[in-house]
């Protein structure tokens, strides 16, 4: 059994290893977005008759799948406000 590493259940001060499946985490992440909205794009061109909903769908699947591997895997765990803010941050305060 691995340990919880989600931000609620880090201690301030504590750094979080980064796990080894992250990588795969993203790759699924990108294309999923992707080959989802190309999918819906492709099947509503079908279906209307047209030719600029599967590049549409192309580029919102790409950009929407960015947006979720930064919210899911791009910030910091130790600035969330469940930790606290970082020690480095309050040193530059005083």
């Known amino acids: 059994m691995t340990p919880d590493r989600s931000p ?12 080894s ?18 999918g819906l ?8 008759g047209t030719a600029f909903l599967l590049p549409v769908g192309l580029v919102l699947g790409a950009a929407l799948a960015v947006y979720t591997v930064y919210v899911r ?13 970082r020690p480095e941050a309050q040193e530059g305060r005083r």
């Open 8 to 19: 609620a259940r880090v201690r301030p001060g504590h750094a979080v290893a980064p796990r």
């Open 21 to 38: 499946d992250d990588g795969w985490g993203v790759l699924s992440y990108l294309l999923t977005g992707v080959f989802l909205w190309g």
């Open 41 to 48: 794009g492709w099947l509503g061109d079908d279906l209307l």
């Open 73 to 85: 895997f791009g910030r910091d765990p130790l600035s969330t406000p469940e930790c606290g803010t």
